[in-house]
């Protein structure tokens, strides 16, 4: 089956920590991206990649890294530097930037305390 | 500042009503605006609409846009229960050369039986 996984579902830190959410996908696009959520707030970019070895920083990029070594993988560290970690991550693919729908993985609740 | 406002931001309606959702948009470098339904998890794709006033139709969903206005609606007619879920508007943008989605923040509809 196509699609985009990540892992894990839900996620526990202590404060202070950096943790490495998960994003791969089997449907050879070439763009992926990844988005938090929050209540109320809708999906906010955080990083984007269009091709291997390339990324770009969305609109909130401060506190996360990312790395593109492969087509399929896109993961996102969040860093103790990130002020308010806890929230929900969502990340995407698509076929080519422009014109081209995402298609969203099933996402990781992060919960820092 | 590029920026997508959705509204109302929640909603409850009784099964057999017909609702309409909002989407304007302020952005430079418009492609297109998609819409998402996010039900549990990962949002769900809807449509794609580039052109002004051609209606894309999916069932009792159907959507339009308006570039001279910088608006579309989601319109759905006959609602169920199983409509019930959170609505996301998206317009992709060329910045700096590479293509990005910027969301709204949603519609949450509820369909009551």
């Known amino acids: 089956d196509g699609g985009i996984t990540q892992s894990p579902k839900y996620l526990f830190r202590k404060e202070g920590q950096n943790v490495t959410l998960s994003c791969e996908q089997n449907l050879n696009h070439d763009a992926m991206y990844w988005y938090r959520q929050d209540p109320g707030q809708g999906l906010r970019l955080i990083y984007y990649?269009?091709?291997?070895?390339?990324?770009q920083k969305g609109d909130i990029a401060e506190g996360y890294s990312v790395s593109r070594e492969k087509k399929e993988s896109f993961p996102l560290t969040v860093t103790s530097a990130q002020k308010n970690p806890t929230a929900f991550y969502l990340c995407?693919?698509?076929?080519?930037?422009?014109?081209?729908?995402?298609?969203f993985g099933p996402g990781t609740r992060l919960t820092v305390t | 500042e590029d920026k997508v406002v959705q509204s109302p931001l929640s909603l409850v309606v009784h099964e057999g009503d017909t609702v309409t959702l909002n989407c304007s948009y302020e952005?430079?470098?418009?492609?297109?605006l998609l819409w998402y339904k996010q039900e549990k998890k990962a949002p769900t794709f809807l449509f794609m609409l580039?052109?002004?006033?051609i209606e894309k139709k999916s069932g009792r969903l159907s959507s339009i846009l308006d570039k001279k206005e910088l608006f579309s609606i989601l319109n759905i007619t006959a609602t169920q229960t199983g409509d019930s879920a959170i609505y996301l508007c998206a317009v992709e943008v060329l910045t700096s050369g590479t293509y990005k989605y910027i969301f709204g923040t949603g519609t949450r509809l509820k369909v009551l039986a």
């Open positions: 952005v430079t470098n418009f492609r297109s």
């Open positions: 995407a693919s698509s076929t080519r930037t422009g014109l081209y729908e995402q298609y």
């Open positions: 580039t052109s002004s006033g």
């Open positions: 990649s269009q091709i291997v070895n390339d990324f």
